[in-house]
């Protein structure tokens, strides 16, 4: 997905003369490399302050809208009109819409002008996605409710996008819309929630027969409404619903990876990380304090730091890559070759299918998920993996540390004992020390 820090009005710099529409009234639209500028003197004329309806000081005529924040543009009823985000606080977008009268300028000079701005705004990503749009009004404090209908809906329609919101009634409800989903009828499934609510998005997709041209096909995104919001912080990077929702606008579709867990004979599809322990207990153990919102976690850690509790278990790994210097020089590496819109195109068929992943062949053939390739834990475990007993066991923790990453086919690692000496302190940054960080095939 697209870049999504807040926006700062960028200074203008020095239009290519096709790029101007000049319209009556003084105005004019110009496009620089990254803004659009629009030039208006009833623009500076609203903008100006007042005291006892007598206008103050003097206003900018020029507006600079970063081309990133150009939600759409068209001509409707002999009028130009221009959508976009507009920044109000560090904290929130609005939608705002321009309105300009063409009167005697050639509607097919205006035309080209809207087509070549719409290239700009979007790039290679794809114009009024058709979204499914799922708000779960439970998620973290509540409020996903007026989360979307302020924040979000007013963003996506006036980026055109095409809307079915369905509102979730109960906790597993999303598995089962995402089973029977049309996926011919949507481009992308919008969970408006916390984590829990992508996380049923996926199972659903991957519990349908076709569930790799499922996953294929619809692209999931999120928008940030629970409390830890980890999707949208790796994929959006926010955890500001408006700029998630911009984020989600602009964004292009990339490749991400799915993890297989298995209780018993149940196989659940993970996609940030699995957690047994400390972490694991400070998210469930505390759904009563739901109305703290993020804070809730670490609330959760401080009452279990000082339970000082054990979750001794036995870890069987195939370790790929055992030293931390060797796992820093591999996520450097993976980090500068990683190319979203290409990656799938350029990995070549053996990476996709020694990883497991699905090959287009696989994915047009609309199968189920991929089988296991080291099966479940009731099967015997394979003779180059190492088993180790963890008697004071505190946290386990394995996962895609940054879905940023995409596709890298390997998950990471972190165990820590329970006990770390007093004098290390309670910092949480200390008891995440990566004592034991390994990847793990
Ligand atoms: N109407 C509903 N009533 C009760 N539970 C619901 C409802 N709709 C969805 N759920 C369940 O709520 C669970 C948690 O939701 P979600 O992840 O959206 O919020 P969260 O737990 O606050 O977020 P986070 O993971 O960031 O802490 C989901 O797994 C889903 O099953």
């Known amino acids: 997905m697209a870049d999504a820090t807040p926006v700062a009005i960028a200074p203008a710099s020095q239009p290519a003369t096709s790029d101007v529409l000049i319209l009556t009234k003084g105005v004019s639209l110009s496009l620089t490399r990254d803004s659009l500028i629009v030039k208006d003197k009833t623009h500076a004329r609203r903008q100006r302050k007042k005291l006892c309806g007598?206008?103050?000081?003097?206003?900018?005529?020029?507006?600079?809208?970063?081309?990133?924040?150009?939600?759409w543009a068209e001509?409707?009823?002999?009028?130009?009109?221009?959508?976009f985000a507009d920044p109000v606080s560090k904290k929130h977008l609005r939608?705002?819409?321009?309105?300009?009268?063409?009167?005697?300028?050639?509607?097919?000079v205006v035309d080209a002008w809207v087509g070549t701005l719409l290239d700009q705004a979007y790039g290679t990503a794809q114009r009024k996605k058709r979204a499914k749009v799922l708000v779960n009004p439970h998620a973290g404090p509540g409020g996903a409710d007026k989360t979307w209908e302020n924040d979000v809906k007013p963003l996506f329609e006036a980026a055109r996008m095409s809307l079915d919101v369905v509102r979730t009634k109960f906790s597993g409800e999303a598995i089962e819309i995402c089973e029977k989903l049309d996926i011919n009828a949507y481009d992308v499934l919008i969970p408006c929630s916390g984590d829990g609510l992508p996380y049923e998005c996926i199972n659903g997709l991957g519990k349908r027969p076709d569930a790799r041209k499922a996953l294929h096909q619809i692209a999931i995104a999120h928008i940030p409404c629970g409390s830890g919001n980890a999707m949208s912080c790796n994929l959006n990077g926010t955890y500001r619903p408006s700029f998630a929702a911009l984020a989600i606008i602009k964004g292009v579709r990339m490749p991400m990876d799915l993890m297989s867990v298995t209780q018993g004979d149940r196989r659940m599809l993970s996609f940030l990380s699995q957690s047994v322990g400390i972490i694991a207990e400070c998210d469930l153990?505390?759904?009563?304090?739901?109305?703290?919102?993020?804070?809730?976690?670490?609330?959760?850690?401080?009452?279990?730091?000082?339970?000082?509790?054990?979750?001794?278990?036995?870890?069987?790994?195939?370790?790929?890559?055992?030293?931390?210097?060797?796992?820093?020089?591999?996520?450097?590496r993976e980090r500068n070759g990683c190319d979203h819109t290409t990656r799938r195109e350029n990995g070549g068929a053996r990476e996709a299918s020694l990883a497991?992943?699905?090959?287009?062949?696989?994915?047009?053939?609309?199968?189920?998920?991929?089988?296991?390739?080291?099966?479940?834990?009731n099967d015997k475990i394979p003779d180059d993996w190492e088993t180790a007993s963890y008697d004071k066991l505190g946290n386990f923790y394995c996962g895609n540390v940054s879905i940023n990453l995409a596709s890298k086919s390997q998950l990471c690692f972190l165990i820590l004992d329970a006990?770390?000496?007093?004098?290390?302190?309670?910092?949480?940054?200390?008891?995440?020390?990566?004592?034991?960080?390994?990847?793990m095939d």
């Open 75 to 83: 001509i409707s009823s002999g009028n130009l009109i221009v959508d």
């Open 54 to 71: 007598v206008g103050l000081g003097s206003a900018s005529t020029e507006l600079s809208i970063p081309l990133y924040n150009v939600l």
């Open 95 to 108: 939608a705002v819409k321009l309105s300009y009268a063409l009167d005697d300028t050639a509607p097919t």
């Open 419 to 439: 006990y770390l000496p007093r004098w290390r302190g309670w910092h949480p940054m200390r008891t995440f020390l990566p004592r034991h960080a390994l990847t």
């Open 356 to 377: 497991g992943e699905s090959t287009s062949s696989d994915v047009d053939s609309g199968e189920g998920l991929p089988p296991l390739r080291f099966g479940t834990v």
């Open 285 to 332: 153990g505390t759904e009563n304090l739901r109305w703290l919102g993020a804070a809730r976690f670490n609330v959760g850690l401080i009452q279990r730091i000082f339970s000082k509790k054990l979750y001794p278990c036995d870890i069987s790994m195939k370790v790929e890559i055992p030293e931390k210097a060797d796992i820093k020089a591999h996520y450097k």
